[in-house]
């Protein structure tokens, strides 16, 4: 009974929700053409039909910062079975947090139902695993408890296309303005219900130019063991946006900072404590962060066999040095580290192919002589793997003058190729030419 009752003091439920700072767009900026026009559509018929309807979390972050946001989230009032009601293009997804997709031509919006704090008592919507991690969370509540569950400040406020304005409960306005990422509630409790918000942190300080304050950032180190018992596809997908958020080289250099760095690219640690290692991953992750700024494709294959090229590097060597033939020894190092890796972040099936094949690629590069570059040259992969090589002539791995050679090879003409080639300088072995014997009973020959 005593439990019950400190559990609803704590979870709010005996006191008013609170009221949010309700900002004009006079002040904010936000203007309604801003806003997605399937996450328009999106809340105008959900107001429509009598529920709140807001834009939520990263987007009214960016628009605030003057970014262009990467997609609309929507949050309402009403449960996943009253939102596919609405939408005839929509369908309710997730176990641990069940939201539904509402599909507009080949946008998506995702929305989310508001949720609140779980009774102490009733488990039968809330489940815990032993560390506090939360495995299954569908309790539904009003807006200020839902922002009171949301991570960090920047990330609880509320734009309501309808009337422009923005809906501020926890000051994120104020910490966007003064550059501070602020969690919201108990750090310690969040990170436990969460460790992946230890990750988020990282990522929303680089990639927003913020400050952790003291309280956010005290108990990092000591919970990031925790992210060890986060599902290993839920892992990939979180550094999947961390390396992929046009800030990479930044969040690196926090995740070393607050010490999670270790453990979640096992040898990520172990290669930034070399020098060539490091030079090699932070020219990937700044190639990478132009290439996303200035809105050109990405490979997130090609990204991941940067990130552990040099690991794989010096397994070949060991492998060589044991008296094993290179080709094998390259296979054998590759299937090994990606094994490690597996172990703790769950790179899918269709990267470590394509990662694989880069890997296998980079010894050819080695040999210009004969038909050997030209066959290079017709690989679907070639481009990708000839960008890989130029990192390593950038970082000091091989010598630029490989990498000029095969920059000039490829848009030489047939002639400028054929001199081009390099004469293999290993000695000719002499064959001996055998002569065939006739047979003494052979009949001759008809002429």
């Known amino acids: 009974m ?3 009752f400190l559990g609803r003091v704590f979870s709010g439920r005996m006191f008013k929700s609170a009221k949010p700072r309700i900002i004009p767009v006079a002040e904010h900026g936000i203007s309604r053409e801003r806003i997605g026009s399937c996450a328009l559509r999106t809340c105008d018929a959900l107001q429509e039909a009598g529920y709140a309807a ?33 939408f005839r293009r929509s369908r309710i997804i997730g176990r641990r947090f069940r939201i539904v997709h509402v599909l507009c031509g080949r946008d998506l919006v995702e929305v989310t139902t508001f949720r609140g704090p779980a009774d102490v008592a009733d488990t039968s919507h ?3 695993d032993e560390h506090g991690r939360l495995l299954r969370d569908n309790v539904w509540g ?34 966007l303005k003064s550059k501070k990422l602020r969690i919201i509630g108990d750090p310690e409790q969040r990170y436990r219900e969460d460790p992946v918000r230890m990750l ?48 990479a080289a930044e969040c690196v ?31 990937a992750l700044k190639n990478t962060d132009t290439r996303i700024r200035t809105g050109k494709t990405i490979s997130p294959a090609f990204l991941f066999a940067a990130l552990l090229w040099h690991e794989v590097l010096a397994a070949w060597k060991k492998h060589q040095a044991r008296g094993m033939p290179p080709v094998p020894a390259l296979h054998e190092a590759m299937d090994g580290v990606l094994d490690q890796q597996t172990e703790q972040l769950a790179i899918p099936r269709r990267y470590s192919s ?25 690989q679907p992969r070639f481009r990708a793997a000839y960008d890989f090589l130029l990192l390593r002539c950038e970082s000091g791995e ?19 190729r054929a001199t081009m080639l390099v004469t293999d300088s290993a000695p000719a072995k002499k064959r001996r030419k055998r002569r065939r014997r006739k047979p003494a009973d052979a009949a001759p020959a008809a002429e």
């Open 2 to 4: 005593i439990t019950k």
């Open 200 to 247: 988020r942190a990282a990522r929303f300080a680089a990639s927003c130019g913020l400050e952790m304050d003291a309280a956010t950032r005290k108990p990092v180190k000591a919970l990031a063991p925790l992210l060890a018992n986060v599902p290993a596809a839920r892992l990939f997908d979180e550094m999947l946006k961390l390396l992929l958020c046009g800030h």
């Open 398 to 416: 091989v010598e630029k003058s490989l990498g000029d050679w095969w920059t000039s090879f490829q848009d030489a003409d047939a002639d400028a």
């Open 354 to 378: 394509d990662m694989k094949e880069l890997w296998i690629m980079q010894p050819r590069f080695e040999q210009r002589a004969g038909q050997r570059p030209y066959r290079l040259l017709e």
């Open 142 to 175: 009003d807006q200020s408890q839902d922002a009171a569950r949301r991570d960090f400040t920047i990330n609880a406020l509320f734009y309501d296309p309808a009337r422009e304005e923005v809906w501020d409960y926890h000051g994120g306005v104020a910490d």
């Open 253 to 283: 250099k926090r995740l070393r900072k607050e010490g999670l760095h270790h453990g979640l690219l096992p040898m990520l640690d172990v290669i930034l404590e070399q020098p060539m290692g490091e030079r090699f991953v932070m020219l």
């Open 54 to 86: 807001f834009v939520v979390g990263g987007a009214v972050r960016d628009l605030i910062l003057g970014r262009t946001p990467k997609d609309f989230d929507v949050a309402t009032n009403a449960t996943p079975e009253e939102v596919r009601g609405i």
């Open 126 to 128: 809330q489940v815990e």
